[in-house]
Nanobody, 116 residues
Framework: QVQLVESGGGLVQPGGSLRLSCAAS????????MGWYRQAPGKQRELVAA???????NYADSVKGRFTISSDNAKNTVYLQMNSLKPEDTAVYYC??????????WGQGTQVTVSS
C-alpha cells in the first residue's frame, strides 16, 4: 500500500506561481512512476506531468514550459512547480503513484484556482 498526501494548492492571480507537494509513504519501493493529474468541473481527469523512478519526465502540451515536475527521494516527495498560471489551469490536482505491479494510488486532491 502507498499513501499520498498533497499540499500547496490555493488561489493565485493569473501569471502567478504555486508549488504543489506530494508526500508518499508506505511501500514506496514499489513505485515506478508518480504523476500529477487535474480535473476541472465538467471535464475528464487529465495527466499534467509525470516522473519515473529513473527520472524520466513528461508533460502535457498545455503546461510545457510553465510547469516543472521534480522529486526529492530523501523526502519521498514529488513536486509540481507551476509558473505563469492561467485561468484554464484551475482544477483539482491529484497526485498519483503507480507500481510495477500496475497498482494505482491517489491522493485526496488539492484545489488550484487561478483568478483575478
Amino acid at each position: 500500500q502507498v499513501q499520498l498526501v498533497e499540499s500547496g494548492g490555493g488561489l493565485v492571480q493569473p501569471g502567478g506561481s504555486l508549488r504543489l507537494s506530494c508526500a508518499a509513504s508506505g511501500s514506496i519501493f514499489s513505485i515506478y512512476i508518480m504523476g500529477w493529474y487535474r480535473q476541472a468541473p465538467g471535464k475528464q481527469r487529465e495527466l499534467v506531468a509525470a516522473i519515473t523512478s529513473g527520472g524520466r519526465k513528461n508533460y502535457a502540451d498545455s503546461v510545457k514550459g510553465r510547469f516543472t515536475i521534480s522529486s526529492d527521494n530523501a523526502k519521498n516527495t514529488v513536486y509540481l512547480q507551476m509558473n505563469s498560471l492561467k485561468p484554464e489551469d484551475t482544477a483539482v490536482y491529484y497526485c498519483n503513484a503507480a507500481t510495477k505491479a500496475e497498482d494505482d494510488y491517489w491522493g485526496q486532491g488539492t484545489q488550484v484556482t487561478v483568478s483575478s
